[in-house]
């Protein structure tokens, strides 16, 4: 008798898809600090925000209890899942990366957003 999510799982296995099975808190160092400064620095009640490479959702849980309006970008489908499993409603959370992004893309969804941004510019072949 298997288990039909874990041999999923394997079948996937990747650095990131085991991050979002296997670990607790945030998934890259640093990514607390920032948004406790961003916090601090700038007003973030009613603004839209995209939280770009959105990983377990911490950020975006952060930014929607200070009152903004969050959307995300996550190309991980077991990054995804656990970021709606740690509460981050699935129609707030985008299946594209940050390279498949287009104006086009942006602008179909946002009239005008802050970027949120942290370690993923470590993770894309080009940078930003």
């Known amino acids: 008798m298997g288990n039909s999510h874990l ?11 085991a991050l979002a099975v296997l670990s607790q808190g945030p998934l890259h160092p640093g ?3 920032p948004n406790a400064l961003l916090a601090t620095r ?8 995209l939280d770009l490479g ?5 950020s975006h849980r952060f930014f929607t209890a200070l009152g903004s309006r969050v959307r995300s ?13 740690a509460g981050v409603e699935p129609s707030e959370i985008y299946a594209v ?3 498949e992004m287009s104006a086009s ?3 179909a969804r946002f009239d ?10 470590g993770f894309l072949s080009n940078g930003l």
């Open 7 to 17: 041999d999923d799982w394997l079948d996937e296995a990747d650095y990131f898809s």
């Open 31 to 33: 990514g607390l600090a």
């Open 42 to 49: 700038l007003n973030w009640s009613a603004v839209d925000v």
């Open 54 to 58: 959105a990983g377990t959702g911490l």
């Open 73 to 85: 970008a996550e190309p991980n489908a077991w990054m995804r899942r656990a970021a709606v499993r």
């Open 97 to 99: 990366s940050a390279e």
């Open 105 to 107: 893309w942006l602008q």
């Open 112 to 121: 005008e957003a802050r970027l949120v941004v942290q370690g993923v510019t």
